[in-house]
């Protein structure tokens, strides 16, 4: 089995809908994650907490999911690329991840990368100072 992300914890799939844990006992950040239950269309679920960077729980966190997918590819083996995941914070949400395969041609310069998709909420809109362009 791969190492296992840093500041990330292992729990049951029942674990992971409870409370969240104490934020005293949490790193600067930390993920905790769990294998979904059978048959339920996920792969693995995940809660991402941050509550010393002022993020006690993030609803859903796509980077999080990009060093996610990697990892549960070689745990769930087969060569496993395409993922389904459940964070289960409050509003939670689903994620589609693709990872392309690191053993691709050298050429290829999308080995390795982690596309993450699913629904999402607009958070914020705003104007990038010297590009020129703007996000409305």
């Not at 679920?45 to 060093?67: K, Y």
């Not at 689903?94 to 998709?117: F, L, N």
Request: glycine share 12%; with cysteine; charged share 15%.
């Amino acid at each position: 089995m791969r190492d296992m992300p840093a500041h990330a914890m292992l729990c049951h799939a029942l674990t992971m809908r409870a409370s969240p844990p104490a934020s005293s006992s949490l790193q600067p950040w930390a993920c905790v994650l769990g294998a979904a239950e059978a048959g339920s269309g996920y792969d693995f679920l995940s809660r991402f907490f941050g509550p010393q960077c002022g993020i006690n729980e993030d609803s859903v966190t796509g980077s999080a999911h990009c060093v996610l997918a990697p990892y549960w590819a070689g745990v769930l083996g087969g060569n496993k690329q395409e993922l389904h995941a459940r964070q289960c914070s409050a509003r939670g949400g689903d994620v589609h991840m693709r990872v392309e395969a690191a053993a691709a041609a050298a050429a290829d310069t999308q080995a390795g990368r982690v596309h993450v998709s699913g629904p999402a909420a607009v958070v914020m809109r705003g104007v990038l100072a010297g590009c020129n362009v703007s996000y409305q």
